[in-house]
């Protein structure tokens, strides 16, 4: 193309005047043309490009958007977008020379530019959601039966989505159109309309996948449809290892306030405590790092360092009620709650306050990915029944493959990673995995990264093998001290006790209630009654707070709830 050179994010300069002149006619229509405040990443507004006299200046109308008068007036400058001869097209940087009212119309003039910047529209494009990025979803039928989702990835063409399973009754028909509404973070909102083209069950993290092919309704819609693409793939060239992390942040994904977004599938889900609230957003980024995984990625380092922090912050905001949140997300993943469950016993067993923060921090991010090498793995490889079973020669492969995806944290303590991913699987007699360490080989914390492994394992459901009481897991730990180091056995059980908290325990009096605090000598000072057994939701009763067993009597027995 004569004349023409390469913009810095793939548009190509145009300074051709024949060119220049028909790409900008073919915007002289009713929609063909739309305005871009200040700087790229502002939503585009409709306006009309309604003459261009070559050399001179271009005439718009804006009656559409009055409310940017003022600042069009006072020099702001803005840039025209439009699509022409299959190409994205946009302007340099434009400034208003005049503005006026004209028969009811805002009219104004601005100078003409002599160069565009082209870049060729790729309809089967699909800007792909990286980890970090989240953009809820909205699926309706009608005005009464809808679904939250997330937004997976994005094309002019159609979108797919990870919604519940409860959403299988919307796709149920495929022929019928959906209306689907995208929730950025920022509080804009697009609805479209779509058909689901295929779908996808994944039993393990309890979703669907579905494919939709949109229903055309004019240019706006391709535009703004284009805009979000454009804005997705700017913003996830910022979240890879190594990207442009310098870049400025889409507006699209700057949040109005610091609460997590309103919707999305997770935010579908009952949570019976704040805490456990914003656990499950640290459980939404491993969810969606085991999907990255199973899609041949690696673990992100800058979330992993992130969703670190925030484990730690919530650990000394309230060491209990964290503790208890483990117990509570019931409708994640097996790895996730097992990794969260790790990584905050691990790290309260260890002595936060004895050992230096970078070290917790490594530990904590160390144990919350420790196991998900086993997504990678056939299901019955990892979820057989029996604990004291031999451990299948395929099963430590988890090991290698997760070592291998977390080449680029390079921040993790070296000796730390070696400790809880390396070796959380060995045992003191060598019976353990990928390396058969034994004994002395087996440093402190890998004797006690086993014990809290082991015993988070145990205590949850996993296949057809329900999940045990603790005493059992205590008296499992305590009859294969040749397997694991009995010092770190009775300090676990000296810190979390025979009812730790999460547990649900029956009392002497029938009553029913969650563990939620317990004293210096173990003694329970708070349970919040239950009259069901299952997982705690929105749904528990009193909390009771202080000599407990005065009102309820003694603990009788732990019962076991699914999940």
Sequence with gaps: MRGAGMAEDGYIRVENPVEIEALLETLIEPGGASLQLGDAQGEPLPVLLMEQQ???ALAL????IREVAGELKRGKPFRLLGQSQGKMVRTPDLVMEDCAQRD?????HCPYPFSLEVLQRRESFRARLRLGMEVGTILRADAERSVQGDLKDLSLEGCQLELPLTASSLLADAALPLEIELCFPNGTRFAVRGRARHRRVDTERQVVYAGFRFERSGADQERRLWFFVREIEQEAARHVEGG??????SLLFQAQAAAPPSVGRRNM???????????ARIGGYLDAQILELQQD???DSVQLSRHADRLLLLYEEDREGLLFATRCLHDEPWLVRHGLGVAAHLLDLVGRHSVPRELCKALVACAMVHDLG???LPNELWQGEAPDAQAPDDLARHVELMEARMAQCQWLSSAVFTSVVRHINERLDGSGYPRGLAGEQLGELERAAAVVDVVDTLRRELGERPGWRTGAVYRHLLN????FDPRWVKRYIRRFGLYPIGSLVRFAGGELGWVQRLDDEGRLVQVQLTERVEPPGGALGEVLRGEVTNRLGEPVEEVVVAG
């Design 297 to 299: 990625g690696e673990v």
């Design 244 to 249: 442009e992390a310098s870049r400025l942040p």
């Design 61 to 64: 109308d804006i009656s559409a």
């Design 269 to 279: 889900r009952d949570y019976p405590t704040p805490m456990a609230r914003r656990l």
């Design 54 to 56: 070559p050399g001179e």
């Design 104 to 108: 009811g119309r805002l009219i104004c």
């Design 480 to 483: 294969h001290t040749d397997s």
């Design 374 to 376: 086993k997504a990678l």
